[in-house]
Each structure stands twice: as C-alpha cells, then as structure tokens.
C-alpha cells in the first residue's frame, strides 16, 4: 500500500498565515508612511506656516524713469523705385549685356533682341516715303501748271480742281509715310532693352534665345529696384493710429532686423493712408530709410518700431513677469521679507524689458528669479543681483533665513527630505 502524504499539516498552516500576516503589515506600514511624506511634501508647496525656512530669491529696486512709448508692427521693405523692364517689340532675345545684380545706370542696354525685322520695316517705310515725296512733286507740278489754263479758260474749274485735290491727298500721304518712318524707327529702338532709372538689377527672367511678346508674360525680361533709400510698408491699427497723431515733435522710426539686431540707421514716415482699410481695420503707413551698405533688401520683412513719445513708468526685466488667470503679475518682497504678489499692466517693450505702467510704487523689490517656488506670505532672503545669499541686502540686512520649527538655521542648504528617500529609510528601519 503507498503511503499518503498530507499537505496541509496543522504546523504548515500556522507557519503559512503568520509569513501572510507579516507581509500585509510590512505592506500597511510602508503605505502610511508614503501617504505621510506626500503630505509633508504637498504642505511645503502650500501656504507659508509658521517657521518655514526663508528661500533666497534675487531683488531689483524699481524707480519711475521716462521710457520711450513705443509702437510696434511687422513691416516688409520695397524699393524706393521698382521698375519691370519689359519688352516692347516681339522677337528673339540675343544678348544679354549685364550681370544679374549689378547696379546699372539710367539708359544703360540690358537686352538685345533681333534687329533683322526692323531694319527692314524702317526701310520699307523710308521708301514708302520717298514714293509719296514723288507723288507731291507731280501733284504740285500739276496744280502749278493748270493755274493759268483757268484763268483763261482753257480748261474746266473740274480740271483744276481735280489737281489742288491731288496735291492736297499728296500731302497728306507724305505725313503719313513720315509716322510710319517714325514708328518703323522707334520699333527699331526698343530692340535694345534699357534701363529707366539707376538702381540694382534683378535676376534675367528669360536666357538668350528666348522668344519675347510684347502683351503677355514673357514679356518681363527683368526688375531694377532703387534700394538707396529703401521704404518699409507697414500697418497700424486704429488705436495705435491715434496714439500716432497725438504725438508730439518729430517721431522716429526704427527696424530690428530679423536676427533680433537694431538696424543702424533711423527712419522717418513718409507715407500715411488717409482712410482705414474695412477688411484689416489697419491704416497703411510707410517709412523710408537710408540704405548705402545695402543691409535692407526689398521684399524682406522686418519689425518698425515707432517712438511716439515718452512716459512715466517702470522697467522690469522680462525673467520677473507672470501671466496667470487674473493677469500679469510680479511678486515682491515686503518690509518683513515675505512674498507680496501684485497685479500690474504694461504697455509693451523697452530693449528687454517690460514697461510696467501700472501696479508698482517707487522703491518697490522686485523678484526676478525662483519665481515657481514663491507662494504669497511666503519668507524669503532677498540678495541684489550682483550678491549671493546671505549677502546684505538691497536694505542692508543680511537676508539670511529665521530658524525653523526644529531648532536649526534656515537658509537656501536646508531641504525638505525627499518622499521617497524617507519611504525607503522607514522601510529599513
């Protein structure tokens, strides 16, 4: 007979619920001792309590100074001059006498197109007039020659008048041959393309070879652009617009060209529209500035800034400004070093600085760094920017932090023990 073996004995049992019992407990310890380090963790991003260590939290003193009220747009630049050359007469292109992106001078040649067709059109219409040059010579001879025959009455009034008639139609076919010598003559001309005006070439739209038509497409061979000065189109809205004209003396004009720089030279208005645009609510304004290194191309975007004067306000870099639901704001420091938030308005830029016009006071400290650590009635250790923590303060104190709860100094080396490190010391323990 085989033997039977019991697999659950009365000891295996008890060895087997008191190793399940351990594990739960050592489980249900380790759970309230996270839950009690994420509440630690979730009071020190909370309100400020009492005896929370001081966080060391660089301050500028901000004072009213007069800032220049500047308005700002996206422009594009366009030639002072822009002028398409085109082609006036048909034919085939057979030199091209310049370089693509040269400077040029009025009345300089750009093109050649086949003269072979004029020429001979210019030598028909010659002939043509010299025929009817002929024709008046008769004609005159005739009329001169019948003259006294009616005076006598050798011949009818008919006859003679049929002869002034003659000369008459004479003369009037030597004008016309005269216009078509004339028309014949210029065609011939406009087979050297030229430039209008002095400027900077564009690139040559069709190569040598090319068939041109006057009336459609192909006929615009180039561009020459005046670059030296160069206007800047942009547009204004009508807020803006009235803030403009309620300006006083002469109001400059300045770029920054696409890679953040200042353009060197400054620009006046030249151009203003004198209705609103229905469909952009925006008026047309445009400016005109000095060229000579040729730093601005015609067809490049940059951005106008426009002085229309000058105000009382505060300068704050951009680092210290937050944007929250109520708005933008600055944090502050108190007389008893705690955080002050307060809600400000500004009126844009000046370099890299916001223009505060509105919730700040003269001598008011500014925070300007660790501002997604500050909450409001919060202790801080301000230091001026030039200084580390713990160094005097912008009112001479030290700024060093009050000592906390537990009978230690604060300051910016006291941290809060990581949840997860004290979860795994208990643990251990």
């Known amino acids: 007979m085989a033997p039977i073996t019991l697999l659950n004995s009365p ?168 216009a078509k010598v004339r028309d014949a003559e210029l065609n011939l001309s406009y087979t050297n393309v030229t430039s209008p005006i002095s400027g900077v070439t564009g690139r040559a739209r069709y190569s040598e070879g090319s068939l041109v038509t006057p009336g459609n497409d192909s006929s615009l061979l180039t561009t020459v652009n005046i670059s030296d000065p160069i206007w800047v189109r942009f547009s204004f809205s009508e807020s803006e617009t009235l803030q403009l004209r309620q300006s006083t003396g002469n109001t400059v004009v300045k770029l920054l060209l696409p890679d953040g720089s200042n353009y060197e030279e400054p620009g006046k208005l030249n151009f203003a529209a004198s209705t609103v645009d229905t469909q952009t609510g925006t008026v047309a304004l445009r400016a005109e500035f000095p060229n000579a290194k040729l730093i601005l191309l015609p067809g490049q975007f940059v951005r106008v800034q426009v002085v229309t004067g000058k105000r009382e306000a505060y300068l704050v870099p951009q680092s210290a400004l937050v944007q929250s639901d109520q708005g933008k704001m600055l944090f502050t420091v108190s007389a008893d070093n705690k955080v002050a938030p307060r809600p400000v308005e500004t009126a844009g830029w000046s370099g890299h600085d916001w223009i505060v016009t509105k919730g700040l006071a003269a001598g008011d400290k500014v925070i300007i760094d660790n501002l997604m650590k500050l909450r409001p009635g919060a202790p801080v250790a301000p230091h001026g920017p030039a200084q580390g923590p713990g160094a005097p303060g912008p009112d001479g104190s030290t700024g060093g932090a009050p000592a906390g709860s537990n009978g230690e100094k604060g300051g910016a080396g006291n941290k809060t023990p990581d949840a997860g490190q004290s979860a795994g010391n208990a643990a251990k323990s």
């Open 11 to 178: 000891a295996d049992v008890s060895r087997g619920s008191l190793r399940r019992f351990c594990l739960a407990a050592g489980a249900l310890t380790v759970f309230a001792l996270l839950t009690g380090c994420g509440k630690g963790e979730q009071a020190v991003g909370g309100p400020a309590t009492p005896g929370q260590m001081a966080l060391p939290v660089t301050v500028i003193e901000v004072q009213p100074q007069q800032v220049p009220m500047i308005v700002e747009a996206v422009g594009q630049a366009e030639g002072s001059k822009e002028v398409e050359i085109r082609a006036r007469v048909s034919g085939i292109l057979t030199k091209q006498l310049y370089k693509e992106g040269d400077t040029v001078k009025a009345g300089a040649t750009l093109f050649m197109i086949d003269r072979a067709p004029y020429e001979i059109e210019l030598a028909q219409a010659r002939a043509a007039l010299a025929q009817e040059r002929a024709n008046l010579e008769k004609a005159q001879r005739e009329a001169k020659r019948l003259k006294p025959l009616v005076e006598q009455k050798a011949i009818s009034q008919k006859e003679y008048d049929d002869a002034t008639s003659s000369l008459k139609t004479s003369q009037a076919s030597i004008m016309a041959s005269q």
